[in-house]
């Protein structure tokens, strides 16, 4: 709330800082209205939960608000978050700040790709189906790999993933020990070979010598 004034009515306040920083927190307590200021969005819910009876869209619950700042991050990442909804990620508890840099740092190029890859599946062809199921895992992936929870479906299908991708990795391995196995046994009978040549020149010279 800016003013000085209190008033008895549910946010009946004109204008609501919602942030997570400590720094509005000090300058409100410097200035005297440390009372009327709060960093904890969760505090207005709770009020709007007194209310109750509120049905809206998510983006216009957040206009509630009337956090200029705040409305235009979630606008700008709404596309994003909405395909992380619809993949079954909970986002619950995550920070904007933190989802912002998730999604610059990886997490949008794995949606965009997914995205693609639905549009082409439309066609119904074998290939296209396959992969946007491979980008659909991939997006999982990812967002296990960043601490993103999913829902109680997908984690199965995620340790199932895992468990997949360590026996691959099990093969892999395997397959590089037989091939360095190959590599040595392959020394070894060049290195036999060459005994062997040696001492048939050997034999061929006492050979002559007699």
């Known amino acids: 709330q800016s003013s000085g004034e209190i008033t008895d009515e549910i946010l009946?306040?004109?204008?609501?800082?919602?942030?997570?920083?400590?720094?509005?927190?000090r300058a409100t307590k410097k200035i005297g209205i440390r009372d009327v200021v709060t960093a904890r969005p969760q505090t207005l819910v709770a009020l709007l939960d007194v209310i109750g009876g509120i049905k809206i869209e998510p983006k216009d619950f957040i206009?509630?608000?009337?956090?200029?700042l705040l409305i235009n991050a979630v606008q700008q990442a709404w596309d994003d978050v909405e395909a992380l909804l619809d993949s079954g990620i909970d986002l619950q508890d995550k920070s904007l700040p933190r989802l912002r840099w998730d999604l610059d740092q990886e997490l949008h190029l794995k949606i965009s790709a997914l995205a693609e890859a639905e549009l082409r599946a439309e066609t119904a062809e074998e290939a296209a189906m396959v992969t946007a199921d491979n980008e659909f895992t991939e997006l999982l992936k990812s967002v296990s790999a960043r601490g993103y929870?999913?829902?109680?479906?997908?984690?199965?299908?995620?340790?199932?993933?895992?468990?997949k991708d360590l026996k691959a990795e099990d093969m892999e391995q395997e397959y590089n020990e037989l091939l360095q196995r190959f590599g040595e046994l392959e020394t070894e009978i060049d290195h036999f070979g060459?005994?062997?040549?040696?001492?048939?020149k050997r034999v061929a010279r006492k050979q002559k010598k007699s």
């Not at 206009?63 to 200029?68: A, S, W």
């Open 63 to 68: 206009r509630l608000f009337e956090n200029p």
């Open 149 to 163: 929870k999913s829902i109680p479906e997908l984690e199965v299908f995620l340790t199932a993933l895992k468990a």
């Open 12 to 25: 009946g306040g004109c204008c609501y800082l919602i942030t997570s920083s400590s720094k509005y927190i």
């Open 194 to 200: 060459k005994r062997k040549q040696n001492y048939l």
